[in-house]
């Protein structure tokens, strides 16, 4: 390797840290193999401070790497070549499945007839346009919103303290006996009602740092697990992570359950 291209690498790398550009851009195991073959020539000790000042900006570009994925992972970011990859993997049968389930058409042709298809398009056609037409559709009030935190229910007498912390013991304590689970596995309840309300309290565990998230977004995974066992709370940064919790998502999980019951 000659000095002025292992000199255009090292400007690279500190390109990608100048201009916060991809740092997957270089390939740092093709570079340290490169590096490795030439070490044994260098004699001189400028030619080991290069070498050792190339391996200082290629473990900074590794380290940016590592931000890049918990960032996306976190935002639920998806990398189209994952997307892709993910897409490949899938058998026919599967991928059919999955656009018939987000297909929603506006018409079908086995549901109405030329003849009505006719007249539909000619009644908007007569339309005015939407614009001149404004008055005729007014803007309804934005509705007022609120959130509820724990206060307000106490003071409300929907819930007290002592239930709510007992509450909050009771999520904890089987949190740490099951330790690492499936997120919905975790929630999930006999009622659905009662699913709500652990997600609530699993939520609250979250956020004060006594339970922690890790996040699969190519198998669309969620796991929770406990930590700080020293019983200190967590305080560093801390994340919103909105999971979906859908009552066709908790059937399917409790039918599952009750087939598995019938098999034992």
């Given at each position: 390797?000659?000095?002025?291209?292992?000199?255009?690498?090292?400007?690279?790398?500190?390109?990608?840290?100048?201009?916060?550009t991809d740092p997957f851009d270089l390939d740092v195991k093709k570079f340290?193999?490169?590096?490795?073959?030439?070490?044994?020539?260098?004699?001189?000790?400028?030619?080991?401070?290069?070498?050792a000042e190339a391996i200082s900006e290629l473990a900074k570009i590794i380290?940016?790497?590592?931000?890049?994925?918990?960032?996306?992972?976190?935002?639920?970011?998806?990398?189209?070549?994952?997307?892709?990859?993910?897409?490949?993997?899938?058998?026919?049968?599967?991928?059919?499945?999955?656009?018939?389930?987000?297909?929603?058409?506006?018409?079908?042709?086995?549901?109405?007839?030329?003849?009505?298809?006719?007249?539909?398009?000619?009644?908007?056609?007569?339309?005015?346009?939407?614009?001149?037409?404004?008055?005729?559709?007014?803007?309804?009030?934005?509705?007022?919103?609120?959130?509820?935190?724990?206060?307000?229910?106490?003071?409300?007498?929907?819930?007290?303290?002592?239930?709510?912390?007992?509450?909050?013991?009771?999520?904890?304590?089987?949190?740490?006996?099951?330790?690492?689970?499936?997120?919905?596995?975790?929630?999930?309840?006999?009622?659905?009602?009662?699913?709500?309300?652990?997600?609530?309290?699993?939520?609250?565990?979250?956020?004060?740092?006594?339970?922690?998230?890790?996040?699969?977004?190519?198998?669309?995974?969620?796991?929770?697990?406990?930590?700080?066992?020293?019983?200190?709370?967590?305080?560093?940064?801390?994340?919103?992570?909105?999971?979906?919790?859908?009552?066709?998502?908790?059937?399917?999980?409790?039918?599952?359950?009750?087939?598995?019951?019938?098999?034992?």
């Amino acid at each position: 390797m000659k000095l002025d291209e292992l000199f255009r690498q090292i400007n690279f790398c500190k390109t990608i840290q100048k201009e916060g550009t991809d740092p997957f851009d270089l390939d740092v195991k093709k570079f340290l193999e490169t590096l490795k073959q030439y070490l044994k020539k260098w004699k001189r000790l400028d030619d080991l401070l290069i070498d050792a000042e190339a391996i200082s900006e290629l473990a900074k570009i590794i380290e940016l790497q590592e931000k890049w994925i918990k960032t996306r992972s976190y935002s639920f970011y998806i990398d189209p070549v994952l997307m892709e990859l993910k897409l490949k993997m899938l058998e026919p049968a599967q991928l059919a499945n999955a656009f018939f389930e987000s297909w929603h058409p506006i018409i079908s042709m086995d549901r109405i007839t030329p003849k009505r298809l006719k007249e539909g398009l000619e009644y908007w056609n007569a339309l005015l346009p939407l614009c001149e037409r404004r008055e005729d559709f007014p803007v309804p009030p934005a509705p007022e919103t609120s959130t509820f935190d724990i206060e307000d229910l106490i003071d409300m007498n929907i819930l007290s303290k002592t239930e709510f912390e007992d509450a909050i013991k009771a999520v904890s304590k089987e949190l740490e006996e099951r330790g690492r689970t499936e997120y919905h596995d975790f929630i999930y309840a006999h009622e659905f009602e009662d699913s709500i309300k652990k997600a609530y309290l699993t939520s609250y565990l979250v956020s004060e740092g006594k339970a922690e998230l890790e996040m699969n977004p190519i198998e669309e995974e969620v796991f929770i697990s406990p930590c700080n066992a020293n019983g200190k709370a967590n305080t560093g940064d801390v994340k919103s992570i909105p999971i979906a919790l859908s009552y066709d998502d908790w059937l399917r999980w409790k039918r599952k359950q009750e087939q598995e019951q019938k098999r034992n």
